[in-house]
């Protein structure tokens, strides 16, 4: 049974930094293309940074340069590190792995961002 808990949202100030880390059971953090999404009230759950099947990173726009994904294979933990975060930020972050076909999701984690 695959699963994936998310961590480390909070409250910050702009400018401030956050790390999240998603901890998945079931499968391999090292060999499947995880990725973290985010939903802010109103809008539509968006890509924030992911890891392709071929190990690559694809970042949105919007967090390049100030957002860095990475994993831990002997935790089998993905993690998201969000420095320069500002408002617009503010979403509930959610783990992502797609596994044979289905695609798994965490419950999210909220990071709030204070102007």
């Known amino acids: 049974q695959v699963q994936l808990v998310e961590s480390g949202g909070g409250l910050v100030q702009a400018g401030g930094s956050l790390r999240l880390s998603c901890a998945a059971s079931?499968?391999?953090?090292?060999?499947?293309?995880m990725g973290w999404y985010r939903q802010a009230p109103g809008k539509q759950r968006e890509l924030v940074a992911r890891?392709?099947?071929?190990?690559?990173?694809n970042y949105a726009d919007s967090v390049k340069g100030r957002f860095t994904i990475s994993r831990d294979n002997a935790k089998n933990t993905v993690y998201l590190q969000m420095n320069m975060l500002k408002p617009e930020d503010t979403a509930v972050y959610y783990c992502?792995?797609?596994?044979?076909?289905?695609?798994?999701w965490g419950k999210g984690t909220l990071v709030t961002v204070s102007s």
């Open positions: 890891f392709t099947s071929g190990g690559n990173t």
């Open positions: 079931g499968i391999s953090s090292s060999s499947n293309a």
């Open positions: 992502n792995a797609p596994f044979q076909f289905i695609n798994y």
